[in-house]
């Protein structure tokens, strides 16, 4: 068991013949994901790494029932292309898409609701269950089989935690990376409820960062529902206010967004905040024993 | 991206959105002429920065006569304004905007902003115009109003009339009101704004409504679709490094500390300051060298880090994924040959391939280039040698 995605999730790319959208298709791939097509206008019935192309998603979904969507397209096309895979009745859409403005994802994640799709991203490295499915541009020879859920708005530290459970000598159930953009789609909570109820996770570790107030949300929740442990991160504890930490949505805007307030509701809610971003692998070896 | 205030009002001025007559001007030798044509007995000048707080600054002055209107724009053109959020260097003032000085009945504050928690836009409304409304928000947080607007619906007037009746606005004047929200929400949603702020909104003894000043922030991801407001970017208002940094890829902060960061990764960068913090140490800098994290984005970070004296050593944090950590090192070293670096070097290599890179930075033997066991002993030691 993992969560979202698995060894029998049949994927889509759109976006799939441009060069991101090849190289990490072929990635994907290589790890056993089931990628059974792609979606680029115009090159319908062609093939591309041996699988075919559609013009369209609809088409896509009726010739291959793919339930998910990994979509690589520019940023101007991005709300597009995922209310076209939300009108296809795709159940999962996955966005790596940088630079997404921010009004046409609110569009978008508004309508993929009214459909019943949901969203991981924009800007995010994607989600990967260990040894079954990576759908995504992670490099998956980092992540080890085990029972850690981990949850992170920075790819890179996604990586970083992943690789330190693995020195810690655990590994990971499924890994997901929700983007640091100020409108995400699956946030931390609608997860860790699907970590939860995981028989194969016994514990979660989120990464948060500065601007918004995701985490604070996620504090709540955790102590209302949550009851396996929890640890957490929060980068940008020393960043300065109103600046832009890189992602869109690090930012502290006037007095809130700040990572001593996600660590104090944190805490608050009974989860493990650690303080040094080196001390997180032993941390949720430490919440298991 | 922000703009200057008679930017944004000429943007206020093409929506029918009223405001004074103003001109902007860069010499004081046309104020003058400018204040005549503008007319009336009064007049504002106004220092154009990118920052609040001006008027409790200085750069909001009122003039009485031409002559006044002159000397106020000789002594603020080519000043430095020091504002609470320009920092103790302040600000270059190159322009000054002269305003027609208008009679108050009263004031309102008005803005525009993404509610990140609820994802729509929100109306905030202050009885309270013409002063910090952080300040409001802190002492009387109840004379916030706040109003969420679906995009789905728009701007409807209910929302208008709700905000009107919430604020005590005269009735009379509530279709004002309504109207005048209801062009802000259209600029808002069609120019990509991330705010729009009006700090105060007046009602004149004329019984005008007008927005005396103007603020935005426009989504630099939508500056694509709006060629004409990009070109209201001015560079003078940027971080010159900063923005050479954009040019290249990269995204850099100047911070206050003396131990220089390249990192990949926006949270692995952030999480790179925070553990030199933890290590008692401080960062010179935010800096994200993306995911690549080539030779040519290395060489270039080493420069852009060197350009701030403060800097005492540098850490390269960086975690290897697709592009291995033995290209990265290879990249590295090639840097170092490229930019002449006379302060320590402190690398941490992990991730795929991270001891063949390490290997690799160790027999290259680079005297002032110390690689790092982990990510905490990298910190450490960058703490240690930028305190030498």
């Given at each position: 068991m993992s969560i979202l995605v698995d060894k029998n999730t049949k994927v889509i790319v759109q976006g799939f013949t441009g060069r991101e959208g090849t190289f990490h298709s072929e990635q994907c791939l290589k790890y056993?994901?089931?990628?059974v097509g792609g979606v680029t206008p115009n090159k319908g019935g062609d093939t591309h790494l041996d699988l075919p192309i559609f013009n369209t998603v609809k088409e896509a979904v009726k010739e291959t029932q793919a339930t998910v969507s990994l979509i690589f397209v520019p940023p101007r096309f991005v709300a597009d292309a995922i209310m076209e895979a939300a009108t296809a009745k795709i159940k999962l859409a996955v966005v790596i898409t940088e630079n997404a403005p921010v009004k046409d994802i609110q569009m978008a994640k508004d309508y993929a609701t009214k459909n019943g799709m949901q969203i991981l991203g924009p800007n995010c490295p994607g989600v990967i269950t260990a040894d079954e499915c990576k759908i995504g541009i992670?490099?998956?020879?980092i992540f080890k089989k085990g029972s850690i859920g981990v949850i992170s708005k920075s790819g890179t530290l996604t990586y970083e935690v992943s690789h330190q459970i693995a020195q810690v000598g655990l590994g990971v159930s499924t890994a997901i990376g929700i983007g640091g953009d100020p409108i995400i789609g699956l946030s931390f909570k609608d997860l860790l409820l699907m970590f939860e109820n995981?028989?194969?996770?016994?514990a979660m570790v989120i990464i948060g960062e500065i601007g918004g107030d995701l985490e604070i949300q996620a504090a709540q929740y955790i102590k209302d529902n949550i009851k396996k442990p929890v640890v957490a991160f929060i980068a940008g504890q020393t960043a300065p206010k109103?600046?832009?930490?890189?992602?869109?949505?690090?930012i502290i805007s006037g007095s809130s967004g700040s990572a001593k307030q996600k660590m104090e509701a944190l805490e608050k809610a009974g989860v493990k905040v650690?303080?040094?971003?080196?001390?997180i692998g032993k941390a949720i070896k430490h919440s298991l024993s | 991206m922000n703009i200057h205030e008679y930017q944004v009002k000429k943007i206020f001025k093409e929506y029918n959105l009223p405001i004074p007559k103003g001109t902007i001007i860069t010499?004081?030798?046309d104020a003058i002429n400018s204040a005549i044509e503008i007319g009336g007995k009064m007049w504002v000048v106004k220092a154009q920065i990118h920052s609040g707080g001006r008027g409790l600054a200085g750069g909001v002055k009122l003039a009485h006569s031409l002559s006044e209107v002159e000397q106020i724009c000789k002594e603020m053109l080519g000043s430095r304004l020091i504002t609470n959020?320009?920092?103790?260097?302040g600000k270059l003032v190159e322009k000054v905007y002269i305003e027609r000085g208008v009679k108050i009945l009263y004031e309102l504050y008005i803005a525009i902003a993404l509610d990140r928690s609820i994802e729509m836009p929100v109306i905030i409304a202050s009885?309270?115009?013409?002063?910090e409304i952080e300040n409001t928000a802190e002492?009387?947080?109840?004379?916030i109003i706040k109003i969420a607007i679906d995009p789905t619906i728009g701007f409807q007037d209910f929302h208008g009339r709700e905000l009107a009746f919430k604020l005590n606005i005269p009735k009379d004047d509530v279709p004002r009101f309504v109207n005048f929200a209801r062009i802000l929400y259209k600029i808002y949603m069609q120019d990509d704004a991330e705010l729009i702020e009006i700090n105060p909104l007046v009602k004149t003894k004329n019984g005008n409504y007008l927005a005396l000043d103007g603020k935005m922030g426009l989504d630099d991801s939508a500056l694509y679709r709006h060629k004409d407001l990009e070109e209201?970017?001015?560079?003078?208002?940027?971080n010159l490094v900063e923005s050479e940094a954009k040019e290249y890829g990269l995204s850099y902060v100047k911070l206050e500390g003396n131990v220089g960061c390249m990192v990949n990764g926006a949270g692995l960068a952030m999480a790179t300051m925070d553990i030199i913090s933890y290590s008692k140490g401080q960062a010179a800098n935010f800096l994200d060298v993306g995911g690549g994290a080539s030779a040519k984005t290395v060489s270039k970070g080493f420069e852009i880090i060197l350009r701030?004296?403060?800097?005492?050593s540098i850490f390269v944090n960086i975690f290897g994924g697709i592009v291995r950590c033995d290209r990265i090192a290879n990249g590295i070293l090639e840097a170092t040959k490229n930019v002449d670096i006379k302060v320590p070097v402190i690398v941490r290599l992990d991730g795929t391939n991270a001891q063949l890179g390490s290997k690799l930075l160790k027999e290259a033997?680079?005297?002032?280039l110390i690689v790092a066991a982990n990510l905490e002993d990298g910190a450490q030691k960058a703490v240690l040698a930028a305190k030498e």
């Amino acid at each position: 068991m993992s969560i979202l995605v698995d060894k029998n999730t049949k994927v889509i790319v759109q976006g799939f013949t441009g060069r991101e959208g090849t190289f990490h298709s072929e990635q994907c791939l290589k790890y056993g994901t089931q990628i059974v097509g792609g979606v680029t206008p115009n090159k319908g019935g062609d093939t591309h790494l041996d699988l075919p192309i559609f013009n369209t998603v609809k088409e896509a979904v009726k010739e291959t029932q793919a339930t998910v969507s990994l979509i690589f397209v520019p940023p101007r096309f991005v709300a597009d292309a995922i209310m076209e895979a939300a009108t296809a009745k795709i159940k999962l859409a996955v966005v790596i898409t940088e630079n997404a403005p921010v009004k046409d994802i609110q569009m978008a994640k508004d309508y993929a609701t009214k459909n019943g799709m949901q969203i991981l991203g924009p800007n995010c490295p994607g989600v990967i269950t260990a040894d079954e499915c990576k759908i995504g541009i992670m490099p998956a020879n980092i992540f080890k089989k085990g029972s850690i859920g981990v949850i992170s708005k920075s790819g890179t530290l996604t990586y970083e935690v992943s690789h330190q459970i693995a020195q810690v000598g655990l590994g990971v159930s499924t890994a997901i990376g929700i983007g640091g953009d100020p409108i995400i789609g699956l946030s931390f909570k609608d997860l860790l409820l699907m970590f939860e109820n995981d028989k194969d996770t016994e514990a979660m570790v989120i990464i948060g960062e500065i601007g918004g107030d995701l985490e604070i949300q996620a504090a709540q929740y955790i102590k209302d529902n949550i009851k396996k442990p929890v640890v957490a991160f929060i980068a940008g504890q020393t960043a300065p206010k109103g600046k832009r930490m890189g992602h869109a949505g690090a930012i502290i805007s006037g007095s809130s967004g700040s990572a001593k307030q996600k660590m104090e509701a944190l805490e608050k809610a009974g989860v493990k905040v650690v303080v040094s971003p080196a001390d997180i692998g032993k941390a949720i070896k430490h919440s298991l024993s | 991206m922000n703009i200057h205030e008679y930017q944004v009002k000429k943007i206020f001025k093409e929506y029918n959105l009223p405001i004074p007559k103003g001109t902007i001007i860069t010499n004081y030798h046309d104020a003058i002429n400018s204040a005549i044509e503008i007319g009336g007995k009064m007049w504002v000048v106004k220092a154009q920065i990118h920052s609040g707080g001006r008027g409790l600054a200085g750069g909001v002055k009122l003039a009485h006569s031409l002559s006044e209107v002159e000397q106020i724009c000789k002594e603020m053109l080519g000043s430095r304004l020091i504002t609470n959020q320009t920092g103790p260097e302040g600000k270059l003032v190159e322009k000054v905007y002269i305003e027609r000085g208008v009679k108050i009945l009263y004031e309102l504050y008005i803005a525009i902003a993404l509610d990140r928690s609820i994802e729509m836009p929100v109306i905030i409304a202050s009885g309270e115009g013409g002063v910090e409304i952080e300040n409001t928000a802190e002492s009387n947080p109840e004379k916030i109003i706040k109003i969420a607007i679906d995009p789905t619906i728009g701007f409807q007037d209910f929302h208008g009339r709700e905000l009107a009746f919430k604020l005590n606005i005269p009735k009379d004047d509530v279709p004002r009101f309504v109207n005048f929200a209801r062009i802000l929400y259209k600029i808002y949603m069609q120019d990509d704004a991330e705010l729009i702020e009006i700090n105060p909104l007046v009602k004149t003894k004329n019984g005008n409504y007008l927005a005396l000043d103007g603020k935005m922030g426009l989504d630099d991801s939508a500056l694509y679709r709006h060629k004409d407001l990009e070109e209201l970017r001015d560079r003078h208002e940027e971080n010159l490094v900063e923005s050479e940094a954009k040019e290249y890829g990269l995204s850099y902060v100047k911070l206050e500390g003396n131990v220089g960061c390249m990192v990949n990764g926006a949270g692995l960068a952030m999480a790179t300051m925070d553990i030199i913090s933890y290590s008692k140490g401080q960062a010179a800098n935010f800096l994200d060298v993306g995911g690549g994290a080539s030779a040519k984005t290395v060489s270039k970070g080493f420069e852009i880090i060197l350009r701030d004296k403060n800097v005492k050593s540098i850490f390269v944090n960086i975690f290897g994924g697709i592009v291995r950590c033995d290209r990265i090192a290879n990249g590295i070293l090639e840097a170092t040959k490229n930019v002449d670096i006379k302060v320590p070097v402190i690398v941490r290599l992990d991730g795929t391939n991270a001891q063949l890179g390490s290997k690799l930075l160790k027999e290259a033997n680079i005297s002032n280039l110390i690689v790092a066991a982990n990510l905490e002993d990298g910190a450490q030691k960058a703490v240690l040698a930028a305190k030498e």
